[in-house]
């Protein structure tokens, strides 16, 4: 599968030829100056919770594209709202089939509300499960003894996990969870972005190297294979 970061938690992964584009959140983050929000490409749209660093761009690019959004009842109806029409909503728990494969949302240990304060749902996190490979993308959240239940889907070739600390999890706790899902290859997001999440990043991976896993950290605007 084919990955792409576009900086703190919005990536898109390329899954049997759809392009997935998580929790997009470009042009209010600075470090991801260089990426043209309006040149994206994605045929869904999946958002973990309401924060603004997660939710930021998702109206316009929802809009250019005329990919679903896939996220919590509440922030479809928000989206609904604002004029954005190709919507799935769903809540934790929940498993939707799609043309390149399976979408769960589950379960996050964290808050969510729109920037003005209002409620947005309960914050989630995303597994796909398809042909060519599962993995989970985490969202926002902290170490939960619910991470253990991931293991009851297929094997994760990768995962996404939050490795700032702070807001998340932090590069420790992140290598726990790595354990709860039995998962050795972590894409760490939401770190560097903001005051409270900078990380030494040679430090968080050499920690990963340390107990045999690997942390893949992207730069931004780069595209790997996994
Ligand atoms: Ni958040
Ligand atoms: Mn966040």
Redesign the pocket.
Known sequence: MKITNYGHSCFSVEVKGKKLLFDPFISSNPLAKEIDAESIEADYILIS?G?E??IGDAVAIAEQTKAMVITNYEIVNWLNAQGVKNTHPMNIGGSLGLDFGRVSFVQAS?SSSFSDGSYAGEAGGFIIESQEGSFYFAG?TGLTTDMKLITEFKDLLFSFLPIGGN?TMDTQSAIMASDFIKCRTIIGMHYDTFEHIQIDQKDAVEQFSAVQKELVLIDIGKTINL
């Open positions: 919770h924060h660093d997660h964290h926002d807001y």
